[in-house]
Nanobody, 123 residues
């Protein structure tokens, strides 16, 4: 199993910045990709950014130029630097990891989720 613990959310004024962190722990052999999703009230959860084990990244168009995703493989940690925040960025942000793990029956690849952290941007 993999546990993901997020931190860094909060309340910020429009134009401000926040940095989210997510640390993965557990019976991890390899993390293939880590990413951030968000879900605003009444909306579906959407992918914000992802970083793969190769280091390649993808960021959704609505946050390009404002959000940066990065990863520290040694610490099994992913970061989301969010600048020039807008009220429409308000959402619960969830960390996701696709990981190879070991257990009593062998190994498996699965997706894991954090509990979510609230980001609120006031106008």
């Amino acid at each position: 199993q993999v546990q993901l613990v997020e931190s860094g959310g909060g309340l910020v004024q429009a134009g401000g910045s926040l940095r989210l962190s997510c640390v993965a722990s557990g019976s991890i052999l390899k993390i293939n990709a880590m990413g951030w999703y968000r879900q605003a009230p009444g909306k579906q959860r959407e992918l914000v950014a992802v970083v793969r084990s190769s280091g390649t990244t993808n960021v959704v168009d609505s946050v390009k130029g404002r959000f940066t995703i990065s990863r520290d493989n040694a610490k099994n940690t992913v970061y989301l630097q969010m600048n020039s925040l807008k009220p429409e960025d308000t959402a619960v942000y969830y960390c996701n990891a696709n990981a190879l793990t070991y257990h009593s029956m062998g190994t498996r690849v699965a997706d894991y989720w954090g509990q979510g952290t609230q980001v609120t941007v006031s106008s």
